[in-house]
């Protein structure tokens, strides 16, 4: 299997209210990140920071946008 350089992926970001981090997540990977990571991002690519009470509400988000 050969590596590639670039991949088209979605971005989501959010800021979980229980322990007061941003999450960046792309396509089904969710990471905790630095405030200034997300606000790059977010500066960057205009997107919205979501905000969820916690992971769980994180994933119940995440099941409404499909």
């Known amino acids: 299997m050969s590596n ?8 989501k970001l959010y800021f979980n209210l229980s322990n007061q981090s941003f999450y960046v997540q792309l ?10 990571i997300v606000a790059s991002i977010q500066e960057k690519e205009q997107l919205e920071i979501r905000h969820a009470a916690d992971i769980k509400g994180i994933q119940q988000l995440n099941l409404d946008d499909e």
Do not use: W
């Open 4 to 11: 590639t350089t670039s991949k088209q992926v979605t971005v």
């Open 27 to 36: 396509n089904d990977m969710l990471f905790m990140v630095r405030d200034t």
